[in-house]
Each structure stands twice: as C-alpha cells, then as structure tokens.
C-alpha cells in the first residue's frame, strides 16, 4: 500500500546514509552544491540514531546501500559504471555491489534447486559448490551436470526477495508521487511512470523462466556477432525460481589489471562493448540492459562473454531509427537535423522555436567534440541537458528509459577500460550502417512490401469493411461530413494502390 507509512522508509533512508557515514561521501562524490549538502546534512542529522547500523566491514556507501535492500543495492550498481559521476573512490567501493554480497547458505539454495526442479540435488548434478557470486535478487554456484559433465551456472533466487523488493517500490512510487505533488514542475519528467515502468521490469527479474527465454532469444539474435559469447540455457534444469546456463569461464570485465597480465587489448575490449551495445539496440531492438562490469567477463580467446539476462531491453524499429537520426545527427554535428527528428517524433511541443531548441543542442553537443574524454564533465553535462529539456517542455519517454540508463552504464564500463574513449567515434560506424540499412530507399521497398503484406492478409475483408464504414459514416454524418466518406475511400484505395506497387517490387527484386 502506497500510503503515508513510506514516510518512515524514506526517512530511515536519510537516516541510514548518516549513520553510516554515506551521506558526507555520497554528496561529495556527486558533486553536490555546498548549500544543498549542508541542508542535507543538517535535516538528516536528528535522525541519525533511526538508520541501519549496516556491514561495519564494509565501506560507508555499500554498507548504507545493502543495509537497505535490493532496490537500493540496484541503485548503486548503476553508479559504480560511472566513475566520471562519482568519483574513481567511490566507484570502486560501489562496484562490490555487482557480484559480491552476502550469499545466503549452499543448504537454503539446495532445498530451493530440488523443490523447483521435483529431484534431489545429488540426482541432477554431480558436483554443486559454494556460491562463486551473489547479487541483490539471487546467487550462482558452478556445478555439473550428472551424466554429461558438462560445467554450468546454477543460478537461485533469494528467499524472500519479492516481498523485499515491493516494499521498497512502495516506498519509490510514495516518494514520486510526492515529488509530482509539491513540484509540480517535476511532472513533466514523469516520475509516477518512470517508477511503474522500473517496477515491471524488476518484477520480470523476479522469474527465472523469463530469463531463460531472454537468454535463448539474445543468444540466437547475437550467434554471428563477431568477439561476442552468450551461455546456453538449460530449459531442463531452469524454472520459475532457478536457471541453469553454460558455464562462463574467463575474467570479470572490471579487472582491468588482470586482463592487461592476460595480454588483452582494453582499447579494443572498450570499442567492441560499446559497438556491440549499439548493434543489438539499433540492429536488433532487444539489448541487454544491464551490462555492468558483474556481468561481463573476457574469455581466454579475447570473446566478450554477457550472462545475467534479467534485464533485457526493447524498442520497436520506429523509434530505433529516430534514435539513430539523432546520434547520427550529434556525430555529424546537423544540429537543425537533430531538432528536426526532436520535432517529428513528438519529443518537443511543436509550439516550441526549432531553431532555438537546435541552438540549445550545440551547445550540449559542440563541447563533446575535439576534448579528450577525461576533460569532460559527465554530471555538468547531464546538467545542462536537465535545463534544456525543462525549456523546451520535452517529457520523459518511458520506452527509452532502459535504453539512455543502459548507454550511460555500458558507457562508464568502456571509460573503465580506456578513459580516454571517444563515444562519438567508436559510434559513429555502427550508427551509419544503421542509417544506410534502415533509413532511405532500401527501407522504404522493406517497409512497402510490408504494407503489402499487412494488406494482403486483410484483402478477403477489405469489401465487408468498406461496406460497413459507409454504412456507419451514412448514418452518423452530417451533410457538411460527407467529404470524409470520400476522403476514407481514397485513403483505403491509396493503401490498395501502394500494396500493389510493393507486390510488384517484392516480385522484381
């Protein structure tokens, strides 16, 4: 229930970052304005004696955050990727969140594994380990497979993570609608349904069986990516609250020092994470949306492995290309072009000056160009896009939520691997093949011929559905109306008209 019993969460919240000593850190690292850290800390600091004492061994910040629960821990697993954000100290000490928690005992994960799967653990494994990794929703253990032998992930959920994970929702739609109600400047931003989309997306999380079909549809989509590995999953041995998958053996794609001993290039390792990412969102329009360095390893041949498929993301093929129109048009530096696209999309009222909102984008854009990255401020420049968007009245787009979140996090993993990564750059031949392959004639027969045959499955009713318009449009317009009987007529003959045309081609090329 999203009642006023979340105040209590979001105070022990405050709370829990003052007792710990995050709050001082958290506020540093994030560059706050001094005033804005000196209220902070001056309103949290009578209710310190109400927070989570937390993990004493663990650095403040993580120690706040797992003290917390799950959706906190999720929070600092996206700022750990962001060094340029929060700092290197404070990235570093956020980044144990990824794979590195508290496991809860092999016995709990066992009794899990037999009464999801109907059999002893013993009967479907012959060797079954200690967990090797533990996040916030679940932990993995290697084991075997009885009578294969073959090495594979067991991954299992942790007991009582739904019910941990609603609470703090709660408390998240609470506070967003909090926000919404004492500024209401705040509303254009959608905070009610930014957290309903998060909401849904972590509750997939919350069944394995998904994760499986995200893992088997990702890895089919991905079989020809070159330097690019997805684990096998294991519908026999995966349910709703376990999931087996191909053991990833190779090193953690945060331990630059051990990949530069093992002789890996990071230059490249950084380019072909961020391509990769590209590829899937605008290639294929599902990605992994979760691409941390906890979930990336490098195998022993230089293949970028990704496992953890809870997160998976999705944008349909209209909205792919106005995203790639728009980074095209930031490489390219055609800031009318991106204001334009902005414009066509709905993204900005259409009320709104072009031209001023294009003059707007320069100034985001020009300052990216000719720098080297270490000289570029992340959080100024987040920044100054927040006071642009406000301007301009631009709302957030809920189906792009994933995808901006999961740019910036693979983004901060290609900085952890080569800080002085050019974004544009290494984008810029992804986003143009894009462009040449999805936007202008060769699209344009492609999405005729499936005009044609979205059409031509409709043919049989084309008559009835005619009839029935005319008969409807006779009886409910007025005289002065009539033309719109003419006008859905020539509309349905046009389309008729356009479906042959597209036959045609289909037929030549």
């Known amino acids: 229930m999203r009642g006023p019993h979340n105040i209590w969460r979001l105070i022990r919240t405050g709370a829990t970052f003052e007792r710990t000593g995050a709050m001082k850190i958290a506020l540093e690292g994030l560059d706050t304005p001094p005033r804005l850290r000196a209220l902070a800390r001056i309103v949290g600091w009578p209710f310190k004696w109400l927070g989570y004492r937390g993990d004493l061994s663990q650095p403040p910040v993580t120690r706040a955050l797992t003290a917390l629960g799950p959706a906190y821990i999720k929070f600092g697993q996206v700022l750990s990727t962001r060094p340029d954000v ?17 496991p809860f005992p092999t016995d709990i994960a066992k009794a899990t ?42 991954k299992v959920l942790r007991p009582g993570i739904e019910r941990a994970f609603r609470r703090d929702i709660d408390a998240f739609h609470f506070a967003a609608g909090l926000i919404e109600a004492l500024l209401p400047g705040s509303r254009r931003l959608r905070p009610t ?40 999953p294991y519908w026999n041995l995966s349910s709703r609250e376990v999931l087996t998958l191909g053991w990833a053996e190779g090193i953690p794609l ?21 391509q990769l990412f590209l590829s899937h969102a605008l290639r294929d ?35 792919r290309r106005v995203y790639a129109e728009i980074l095209i048009g930031f490489i390219r530096k055609d800031y009318r072009r991106v204001a334009e696209v902005h414009f066509e999309a709905g993204y900005v009222p259409r009320d709104r000056d072009i031209d001023d909102f294009a003059r707007a984008l ?11 990255a270490t000289g570029i401020s992340m959080a100024r420049l987040l920044s100054y896009l927040f006071e642009v968007t406000e301007r301009f009245g ?33 984008a810029k031949p992804v986003v143009e093949h894009y462009i040449r392959e999805n936007i202008g004639p060769k699209a344009l027969v492609r999405d005729l011929i499936r005009t044609a045959q979205v059409v031509s499955r409709f043919g049989p009713r084309l008559p009835q559905l005619a009839e029935a318009l005319l008969i409807r449009q006779s009886e409910e317009a007025k005289p002065a109306e009539k033309s719109s ?25």
């Not at 945060?254 to 961020?274: F, K, M, P, T, Y």
């Not at 293949?303 to 909205?319: H, P």
């Open 86 to 102: 929060v700092g290197d100290e404070l990235a570093q000490q956020l980044r144990v969140l990824q794979d590195k928690l508290p």
């Open 113 to 154: 594994v037999s009464h999801e799967l109907g059999a002893p653990v013993d009967a479907l494994f012959s060797e079954f380990s200690e967990p090797v990794a533990a996040a916030s929703i679940a932990q993995v253990h290697h084991a075997r497979v009885a009578g294969t032998g073959e090495d594979v992930a067991v």
């Open 193 to 232: 349904e930014v957290i309903r989309h998060f909401e849904g997306v972590v509750m997939g999380e919350l069944d394995l069986r998904l994760e499986s079909a995200a893992a088997s549809e990702f890895r089919a989509n991905t079989a020809k990516d070159e330097g690019f590995q997805v684990p096998e």
């Open 254 to 274: 945060g331990d630059v020092e051990a990949i530069q001993a093992a002789g890996h290039d990071c230059v490249a390792l950084s380019e072909r994470v961020l």
């Open 285 to 319: 329009g599902y990605f992994h949306a979760d691409m941390h360095q906890g979930n990336l390893k490098v195998a022993a041949n230089g293949d970028i492995i990704a496992y953890d498929f809870g997160i998976m993301g999705q944008i349909d093929e209209y909205t």
């Open 362 to 372: 320069r100034a985001v854009g020009e300052p990216i160009f000719g720098v080297d």
């Open 394 to 426: 631009m709302e957030t787009r809920t189906e792009l939520i994933l995808l901006q979140r999961t740019m910036v996090v693979v983004e901060g993993v290609a900085r952890s691997l080569n800080p002085n990564i050019n974004i544009w750059q290494v």
């Open 485 to 509: 009987i003419l006008r859905a007529l020539m509309f349905m003959g046009l389309g008729a008209g356009l479906a042959g045309i597209a036959m045609a081609v289909a037929y030549w090329l």
